[in-house]
């Protein structure tokens, strides 16, 4: 197969929340009778010369946008999307539950040995592989019924994040005009990210290997491909081999608020003298010369987090804070330790 970096270099960040593939795809796709025609024209005629500037057969453009129109409920759910319209509690409690932390165990014991072999080959533990898998597809049970052409030619034909979407609605058709999958299967979430660890078509193209050496780079029924891209994307995101992602702590009365913040990065040491505990509180364990943050994703007086450096590799794969502290929560269950809610 070609190399897929051919035509466009562009590994983008998968900055986006694409985990809510659920909600959206319960409706049937409808399109919005909201847009300017004449100008959704032009702009199909100018994206064409664009992809077939930058090698896409003009064959794949013309079938991939044949009879192609936004869809309203696509601009919905970019508009409410449930990291930025629940509260964290709310987040958290509704995907680390005991559902999902007993199918997480069950798919772990389950993969063992391929997790394992994972692991070893891009030193990412396999409980956060499991996690990730498990909250982005209900681990591969939900993947995404939206077309992923008509899904992205919404977001780029909207204004709000045109550029970035039209970079890829370009990749999708990269994947199509490679013959990584069929059109009629291109399916995936209202934001595009397909396969069972929810991959934007960029970071499909930048990031998924084929683990089982068949030949071909599959999200979507390999768990082998799906496992080891999903490692291959945080080791490349700067993953720590063996480290681990912080934990929930419990913060003095009149404790500053502002100290909160990504960008204020001390030891834990440090922290523990400002009189941070575990949330049993007793002093903080392990290693006191540890850099970590500190998050407050409701603010004072909801849940603390100390946070190192794979939570804000984690932020790098969606960058919102109930998305991260829930992997790592649920990697902490998987692996037997104790998630309070």
């Known amino acids: 197969m070609p190399s897929p970096f051919r035509r466009l270099a562009r590994p983008l960040l998968h900055l986006l929340a694409v985990g809510a593939v659920m909600a959206v795809a319960a409706t049937p796709v409808q399109a919005t009778s909201h847009y300017d025609v004449a100008a959704y024209q032009a702009w199909l005629a100018e994206l064409r010369v664009e992809a077939l500037a930058a ?136 934001a595009g990210a397909v396969g069972q660890v929810q991959f934007l078509p960029s970071n499909f193209l930048a990031y998924a290997v084929d683990h089982d050496g068949d030949g071909r780079r599959d999200l979507w029924t390999s768990q082998a491909d799906v496992f080891a891209s999903a490692a291959n994307f945080l080791a490349n995101l700067g993953w720590q081999a063996g480290g681990e992602w912080g934990e929930e702590v419990r913060l003095p009365a009149g404790f500053d608020a502002a100290l909160a913040d990504l960008d204020i990065i001390k030891t834990r040491s440090a922290w523990a003298v400002l009189g941070i505990t575990r949330l049993d509180g007793q002093a903080l364990a392990g290693d006191g010369s540890l850099d970590a943050s500190l998050v407050l994703p409701d603010g004072p007086g909801g849940h603390a987090y100390l946070v190192r450096h794979n939570y804000r590799v984690i932020l790098r794969w969606n960058r919102s804070h109930p998305f991260g502290t829930s992997i790592g929560l649920l990697a902490d269950a998987i692996a037997d330790q104790q998630v309070d809610q």
């Open 55 to 190: 090698g896409i057969a003009g064959a794949t453009f013309d079938q991939a946008l044949a009879g192609v129109t936004p869809l309203e409920r696509v601009i919905s759910a970019d508009r409410n999307q449930p990291e930025t319209v629940e509260t964290h509690a709310g987040y958290i409690a509704r995907r680390v539950d005991e559902v999902r932390i007993r199918l997480a165990r069950e798919r772990m014991a389950e993969h063992r040995a391929l997790l394992d072999d994972v692991e070893t080959t891009y030193g990412v533990q396999a409980k956060y592989i499991v996690a990730l898998w498990g909250m982005e597809s209900a681990f591969g049970r939900f993947t995404g019924e939206i077309p992923v052409i008509d899904a992205l030619v919404t977001l780029a034909f909207d204004p709000r994040r045109a550029r970035f979407f039209r970079r890829e609605l370009l990749a999708a058709l990269e994947v199509l005009d490679e013959g990584y999958i069929a059109q009629a299967d291109f399916r995936g979430s209202w």
